[in-house]
T-cell receptor
Framework: GAGVSQSPSNKVTEKGKDVELRCDPI?????LYWYRQSLGQGLEFLIY????????KSGLPSDRFSAERTGGSVSTLTIQRTQQEDSAVYLC???????????????FGPGTRLTVL | SQQGEEDPQALSIQEGENATMNCSYK?????LQWYRQNSGRGLVHLIL?????REKHSGRLRVTLDTSKKSSSLLITASRAADTASYFC??????????FGEGTQLTVNP
């Protein structure tokens, strides 16, 4: 597609349930990032994938959070046993191949607004 | 605390005025980027300035970088109501991660 897409755009779930958030990066982009943004706050880094390298998971807040990237393209962020404090907008971004100008700029999707009741 | 910190947190101006937002950071950087966010959704990249650059222009945007003070400023000239948004600075170190600040909420009144 022309840009980064995310689904669903909104997700309401009950405390304790698992959720999966999906990100489709720009075709050809080798890097993919997940961020979390609470209301009125800045972006909190969660996880980063670059090609076939091991992902940088240093931003994941707990072991309830996990992400995978299949075939170097689509990524899924999974939150298990959701808590109310997980409510936030989850943003995905991708960037071009390392060593190119596009590598420095991140292209963001519209985000998934997660509400945990 | 966050690597990038913007000030002010909120700025309200009249259409036609200039808006200046500042960003400070703590560690050495490879580059600094400014992003814009409307309505709490996806961010849009505005401009990038490398660590060896001091000033950069793009349309009505002017960015400065002072690596000795570890600070940057974003100037929007002749502001328009459509410039109303949140503006974030993001720093990139030797790795690939961007570290975002808390943002400045700019309101441009018609």
């Amino acid at each position: 597609g022309a840009g980064v897409s995310q689904s669903p755009s909104n997700k309401v779930t009950e405390k304790g349930k698992d959720v999966e958030l999906r990100c489709d990066p720009i075709s050809g982009h080798t890097a993919l990032y997940w961020y979390r943004q609470s209301l009125g706050q800045g972006l909190e880094f969660l996880i980063y994938f670059q090609g076939n390298s091991a992902p940088d998971k240093s931003g994941l807040p707990s072991d309830r959070f996990s992400a995978e990237r299949t075939g170097g393209s689509v990524s899924t962020l999974t939150i298990q046993r959701t808590q109310q404090e997980d409510s936030a907008v989850y943003l995905c971004a991708s960037s071009g191949p390392s060593g190119t100008g596009a590598y420095n700029e991140q292209f963001f999707g519209p985000g998934t607004r997660l509400t945990v009741l | 605390s966050q690597q990038g910190e913007e000030d002010p947190q909120a700025l309200s101006i009249q259409e036609g005025e200039n808006a200046t937002m500042n960003c400070s950071y703590k560690t050495s950087i490879n580059n600094l980027q400014w992003y814009r966010q409307n309505s709490g959704r996806g961010l849009v990249h505005l401009i990038l300035i490398r660590s060896n650059e001091r000033e950069k222009h793009s349309g009505r945007l002017r960015v400065t970088l002072d690596t000795s003070k570890k600070s940057s400023s974003l100037l929007i000239t002749a502001s328009r109501a459509a410039d109303t948004a949140s503006y974030f600075c993001a720093t990139k170190t030797s790795g690939s991660r961007l570290t975002f600040g808390e943002g400045t909420q700019l309101t441009v009144n018609p």
